[in-house]
């Protein structure tokens, strides 16, 4: 069953278009590539997917629900890293993972286990009591990456995720994302990065915002 369903989406900005009847949709147990140069509109149709922004034409579903309708927890199900990672800097690096979490509305303890998980994971365990501000650009990513993946997402969405990263990182993100798909996630990646989708079930490419190869049936008339 599909689990995100992003349809025939328009955005425009400033009397230019930015995506023109962009699609995507990712299943429970696959992970997405979104490729395509720098200026392509990767960055909107992820925000746009992940519920953040609104587009100026299309359909968002999540699990047949429209974006306009869904539920402060549907929301919190859908774990985002952003190209800037959105981190609280003052605040440390396992609180920033606990937020989404918290409006999840999960208890005390899971959360403070799923923060902890999600930060082994990524390898910053030492860090977890670290401000953000205090962190180097390639922690942070993990940082993000960390708050994303924490607490079981039903959809993990990823900007950019290994851009700051030297090769162990990446490969460790990359293996990290592989495995939440294959945990059960629906997983979409904005990359450049060919290790990244390399790693990928399915790419699609995006040019001058549209897809360009890679379309799956959403971007299909009818
Ligand atoms: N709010 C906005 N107002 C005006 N133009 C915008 C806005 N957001 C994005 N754009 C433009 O839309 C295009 C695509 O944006 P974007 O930079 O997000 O692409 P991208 O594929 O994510 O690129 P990158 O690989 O560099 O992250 C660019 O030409 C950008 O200038
Ligand atoms: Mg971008």
Known sequence: MSVLQVRNIAYRRGGRTILD??????AMG???AVSGPSG????????????????????????????????????????????????????TAEENVALPMQARRMQRVAI??????ALEEVAL??????????????????????????GEPEVIIADEPTS?????????????LAAKAR????????SHDRHVTAACNRVIRLVHGHVVSGATSSELPG
Do not use: C
């Open 112 to 117: 403070e286990e799923a923060a902890a998980t």
């Open 40 to 91: 392509s509109g990767k960055t909107p149709l992820l925000l746009i997917a992940a519920g953040l922004m609104p587009a100026d034409g299309g359909e968002v579903l999540l699990d047949g629900v429209p974006v306009a309708e869904w539920s402060a927890r549907a929301r919190a199900s859908i774990g985002v890293i952003l190209q800037t990672y959105g981190l609280m800097p003052f605040l």
């Open 125 to 150: 365990a030492g860090m977890r009591h670290r401000l953000v501000s205090e962190l180097s650009g390639g922690q942070k990513q993990r940082v993000a990456l960390a708050r994303a993946i924490a």
């Open 164 to 176: 700051e990263l030297d090769p162990e990182n990446r490969d460790r993100v990359i293996q990290l």
């Open 21 to 26: 009847g962009v699609g995507i949709e990712v």
């Open 30 to 32: 696959e992970m997405l």
């Open 183 to 190: 945990a059960g996630s629906a997983v979409a990646v904005a």
